[in-house]
């Protein structure tokens, strides 16, 4: 599901020009695409099935919890079927009144949907280039929305500095929490082991930034 792009492309999808990206950065735009899919939507039968069929990951420094994130997402996407993947979903984050979980920046942040988080994200989105495609229904806070960001700032090749910039200032201070909540909510089969992937890559992503920082 595309949520974002160029706000003069609002048609099409972008595509990275030049040299392609290193493998490591083409990982993480992987795990941020996915991540997004997931959360934006419900999985369909041919992403289960290619969840339940993938490899599992190999840190060179042994079992990581992002491997095991990995590995445990796959073992689940096996045994659930499809409409029960799909009814959790619905389950959890669409409501007519509150959905069990609301996975946007601005309720952690500020305590209401709408709030002044979300008004300065689209003044970064701006600055970036960046901007909600018309009829998508979640809000640029949503959580899915901000890894769908994070995937564009990478395969758009910015700076290590302004990925680092937007990940901290909108998903970093609040990912925990939200996860954590999705994590223990009721019914949460699947997207319990979805919350585990994406905290342990988070958690990835915060300690590379800080590197990457220490050694500028």
């Known amino acids: 599901m595309q949520q974002f792009g160029n706000q003069q492309e609002q048609q099409t999808t972008f595509v990275a020009v030049g040299m392609p990206l290193p493998q490591e950065d083409q990982a993480r735009a992987n795990i941020y695409?996915?991540?997004?899919?997931?959360?934006?939507?419900?999985?369909?039968?041919?992403?289960?099935?290619?969840?339940?069929?993938?490899?599992?990951?190999?840190?060179?420094?042994?079992?990581?919890?992002?491997?095991?994130?990995?590995?445990?997402?796959?073992?689940?996407?096996r045994l659930l079927p499809t409409d029960h993947v799909i009814g959790e979903y619905n389950d959890l984050f669409v409501s007519t009144a509150a959905p069990r979980v609301s996975p946007h920046g601005s309720i952690y942040l500020a305590?209401?949907?709408?709030?002044?988080?979300?008004?300065?994200?689209?003044?970064?989105?701006?600055?970036?280039?960046?901007?909600?495609?018309?009829?998508?229904?979640?809000?640029?806070?949503?959580?899915?929305?901000?890894?769908?960001?994070m995937r564009q700032l990478i395969s758009r090749k910015r700076t290590v500095d302004d990925q680092h910039a937007f990940f901290d200032k909108h998903i970093g201070s609040w990912y925990v929490a939200c996860l954590h909540h999705l994590r223990r909510a009721e019914g949460a089969q699947f997207y319990a082991r979805v919350a585990d992937l994406a905290e342990a890559f988070f958690s990835l992503e915060q300690q590379a930034f800080q590197v990457a920082e220490d050694d500028a």
Do not use: I
Request: with cysteine.
């Open 33 to 77: 695409g996915l991540l997004a899919r997931l959360l934006l939507a419900p999985p369909d039968a041919g992403l289960l099935d290619s969840l339940a069929a993938s490899d599992a990951l190999v840190s060179e420094s042994g079992a990581q919890p992002l491997d095991v994130a990995w590995d445990q997402l796959s073992v689940t996407a």
């Open 111 to 149: 305590g209401f949907l709408h709030e002044k988080p979300l008004v300065l994200l689209r003044a970064d989105l701006a600055k970036l280039g960046l901007g909600r495609r018309a009829g998508v229904r979640e809000t640029e806070d949503h959580l899915g929305a901000l890894c769908e960001t």
